[in-house]
């Protein structure tokens, strides 16, 4: 009775009961689309900005002038994003699920190996009682 009950204790346990697994998982999928379409997000990023920054600068009173030439010039224009130069950036997100995905994945094999030592230790006694 009590070998089998030892036997049932150091069985490791499935790796899917690991919060670690889950959050590398998470986070690499995340990681992965950001890198998947990063370029796309950094356009739409720049537009929405753009948009933002031009209502901005007509609410502060935006004044437009025409030259002798009948060229309209705008002053008090602030300088517009343009994708890779946006105020909000992606890289801090990227950055972000990249050291949580090393983290988890550390925490993880961390885990696994404290659970293959403490099942290797307790075969070992296992086998030196039952004798």
Excluded at 10 to 38: H, K, M, N, Q, Y
Excluded at 63 to 88: F, H, L
């Amino acid at each position: 009775m009590r070998s089998s009950k030892r036997s049932r204790m150091s069985e490791p346990r499935p790796i899917t009961d690991s919060p670690w697994l889950w959050f590398a998982l998470f986070s690499a999928v995340g990681l992965t689309a950001l890198l998947a379409t990063g370029g796309k997000f950094g356009n739409r990023q720049a537009q929405i900005e753009r948009k933002s920054q031009a209502r901005a600068a007509v609410a502060e009173g935006l004044t437009i002038t025409q030259d002798g030439t009948g060229r309209k010039t705008a002053t008090n224009v602030p300088e517009y994003s343009r994708p890779g130069m946006t105020k909000i950036r992606l890289k801090p997100l990227a950055i972000t699920l990249g050291a949580i995905l090393a983290v988890s994945i550390s925490m993880l094999a961390r885990e696994r190996l404290h659970a293959n030592n403490t099942v290797n230790n307790g075969v070992a006694e296992d086998t030196g009682h039952d004798q």
